[in-house]
């Protein structure tokens, strides 16, 4: 598995169409997506789906991670749980860039419920083409989990 072109992402029921779309649209593209479900529109607990790819990111199995649930607040609330896990919720372009330029945010969370498609692609394609800028924001990242 090429860790770098590999990618695990959820959601729960309220995004489940637009994580759909997202995992062919990621495969197009050329990546490898692990697809921690859920698998269908009924309703579900976002937790349980958050704990899955927050916990696959938090222990390296996967270096970056997508979340998906109506509004991203809850997922962004569980991931944001784990150490070594920085969820980024995002719905504009800057933000996505600089979560990863500051941040090195490794789980970019989406609201299902409040972006188009074509907005939800756009802000994948950025913040998976934007590199993590280090030096001093690495002291900064560094100090959260210390
Ligand atoms: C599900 O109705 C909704 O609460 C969930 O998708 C999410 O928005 C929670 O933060």
């Not at 916990?55 to 809850?74: E, N, P, W, Y």
């Not at 609330?77 to 990863?100: P, Q, T």
């Amino acid at each position: 598995m090429d860790k770098d072109r590999s990618i695990i992402i959820g959601s729960d029921h309220a995004a489940y169409e637009l994580k759909e779309k997202i995992k062919t649209y990621l495969i197009d593209k050329g990546y490898q997506v692990e697809d921690a479900g859920t698998k269908s529109n009924a309703s579900v607990n976002y937790v349980d789906y958050g704990k899955k790819v927050a916990g696959a990111v938090s222990d390296g199995r996967f270096s970056k991670g997508i979340l998906l649930c109506g509004t991203g607040l809850g997922m962004s609330m569980v991931a944001n749980r784990f150490v070594n896990v920085r969820a980024a919720l995002c719905s504009d372009i800057f933000s996505a860039k600089m979560s990863r330029v500051h941040n090195d945010a490794n789980i970019l969370v989406l609201g299902g419920r409040i972006l188009g498609d074509m907005l939800a692609f756009a802000l994948v394609q950025t913040w998976l083409d934007t590199e993590f800028e280090g030096g001093r924001h690495l002291e900064r990242i560094q100090s959260i989990d210390n």
